[in-house]
């Protein structure tokens, strides 16, 4: 299977001058329903040169996964007379629901800090740009609890030496998905990276949805707002009554 794959690969490179790589996921699709631990995702793929020669010789990969985007309110909290109230807040416009690299080695040792910044290859280079005007020590310290945060949360993961490449062709990488992961699609960009310049790129995505009675759930909450309202009522009432009965019971 493995010399058919690359066979494949080499028919693609005809015209092809710069390393080509060829990226794939274990889970097009990941369902999420009653019960949902999350979920192990396994990207893997090769690269080759034009002439179908081992590319990889001395080429870096990096594999950075990341979710849909949303705007989220960071509040910080102070101890005031013994009690913790919120203090300043900052809303980031566009702030990915997940975001994961992993690599052949540190990225400080495959690339300078500008190509890490262009590309946002790690957490220190994620772009997390805050509504309104604020002082850039005040964004960088909102950015760096906010990237804590999500990291404390398995949402933010970072792993040097996570991908795996085998005879100097093929390549792998695990990333784990959290219980807590959104629904929505998420990307995953493969670069090959050569004596600290991104030699090629290519994306792949894996589609979070969720299904049974949580899509549901899902669904009415967004389009039908009094079903999903009435449903939340009776099913308030009818767990109350359960625990009535159950009370008297005892």
């Not at 058919?4 to 490179?13: D, E, G, P, R, S």
């Not at 030699?199 to 079903?227: D, P, Q, W």
Request: neutral net charge; charged residues 20%.
């Amino acid at each position: 299977m493995r010399c058919a794959f690359l066979l494949l690969i080499l028919v693609l490179l005809g015209g092809a001058r710069e390393p080509v790589l060829v990226p794939e996921i274990s889970q097009h699709e990941i369902q999420v329903r009653q019960g949902f631990t999350g979920a192990d995702l396994l990207l893997f793929g090769a690269i080759l040169s034009p002439e179908g020669t081992r590319a990889a010789q001395g080429t870096d990969i990096v594999v950075v996964l990341e979710g849909p985007a949303r705007s989220i309110v960071l509040r910080e909290k102070q101890k005031v007379a013994g009690i913790w109230v919120n203090a300043d807040s900052t809303e980031f416009r566009s702030a990915p629901t997940f975001f994961a690299v992993a690599a052949t080695r540190p990225i400080s040792q495959i690339v300078d800090d500008k190509t890490a910044a262009i590309y946002e290859l790690g957490l220190k280079w994620l772009q997390l740009s805050p509504i309104g005007v604020i002082d850039p020590s005040e964004q960088q310290r909102f950015a760096a609890g906010l990237v804590d945060l999500m990291r404390r949360q398995g949402l933010y993961q970072e792993d040097d030496g996570a991908v795996h490449t085998s005879g100097d062709v093929l390549y792998q990488a695990r990333i784990s998905l959290p219980s807590s992961v959104q629904t929505g699609t998420y990307t995953a960009e493969t670069f090959a990276i050569r004596n600290g310049k991104v030699v090629a790129s290519a994306i792949t995505r894996v589609e979070v949805k969720k299904e049974g009675f949580e899509r549901f759930v899902a669904l009415n909450a967004e389009n039908n707002g009094l079903i999903y309202g009435l449903f939340a009522v009776l099913l308030s009432v009818g767990m109350g009554w359960l625990a009535g009965r159950l009370f008297a019971l005892v």
